[in-house]
């Protein structure tokens, strides 16, 4: 089959990859990669999207001759146009503090059923300067593809994350919209759904919330398994085909996000390796040297989704007032490590406990797999084998979409995933 160009936009780094699905295997070849970051501007913290955008051109340029193109990115974050279909100010990161003080409502949960995070799109439109000069908000994924193709829609899983869908229907929640602009937002599509073309080529709508990318290509060998999506957040839970609307569920800030093919993502955001990368762009230092150092170091554990930590800044100061004691720097990465692997396993007991769903094996998957003492603290914190890889899980489960739209595939999740599992070198860890 011809390959297909996966568009993956994260925090801290971009890329396009080529992928390639024959012979019952799948393959990634990254062809261009770039750096992202918060940009300060204004006061404000912002995503430099047309900087991306750029990128984004150079790298389908070298990606060669594609079959189609699929785009994802970090969810909740969004432009908006004005009517002739300008792009009004470059889009604010969900790390700025503008949201700081917001609170959700009683019954929201009900009705959404998305885990309260101030930065969900909707509490950001509460305080957005631009509204009423919005005609149209369009999410990341989607205003790359707008600016792409010409065409405007909302892909369905990243739209899940702004708090306005209606996690039973489906579909926009007409009392969760009611106050917006009409027609702000665009009509829903679906991964696999044709989303206009570039220069000819196809644009098909993938699972453009990266963790639902990335949760296709858990390479799942049993329906009894976790995930961990695990980069600048790890995002900790189970798959159901029904979302968890209970009070327990709420309370412990359990969130359903829509996922590729029907299903429910039931996680809990952790705070992830973001910890690990504040305190390296602090110090300025290397990750490898220090996790060498790190195995053998002591650490003290702390909550690692303390909203303390959310904002850039100065980490490893801040992991030291919460500990109350001052580290080395092996020190901080072991304490950051241990909590993480923590907070891992309090999402995996809480996951089965609230959805009774039994988990035999936990998958991390993403940057994070590549660090062995995380995984191996996570086996040893769970009590359970990891199983660690792909890397590229996001990128895999973006081209995995696209060729199956393309017909160069056929299968379920379950198939999609087997084909992930006997392509991609895994890694296990037994827990000690
Ligand atoms: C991961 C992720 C999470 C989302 C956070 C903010 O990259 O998409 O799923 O909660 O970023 O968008």
Redesign the pocket.
Known sequence: MTAVAAVDL??SSGRVVRGVVTGGRVAVEEVHRFPNGPVHSGGRLHWDLRGLYREILTGLRLAGEVGSIGIDS????YGLLDGSGELLGDPVH?RDPRTGGIKPEEGLYEVNGLQF?P?NTMFQLRVEPLLPRASQLLLIPDLVSYWLTGERGAEYTNAT?TGLIDVRTGRWSPSLTRDLPPGLLPELRHPGDPAGSWNGVPVTAVGS???ASAVVAVPAGTDRFAYISC???S?VGVELTAPVLTGASRAANFTNEGGVDGTIRYLR?VMGLWLLQECLRTWGAELEPLLREASNATGSTFDPNDPVFLRPGDMPARIERWCGRSMTRPEVVRSVLDSLALAHRDAIVDAQRLSGKEVEVVHVVGGGSRNALLCQLTADACGLPVVAGPAEATALGNVLVQARAAGAVEGTLAELRELVGRSQPLQRYLPR
């Open positions: 994260g925090a970090w969810a909740v974050d969900h995070q930065f994350t919330h990266d963790t980069g600048t957040w995002l955001n």
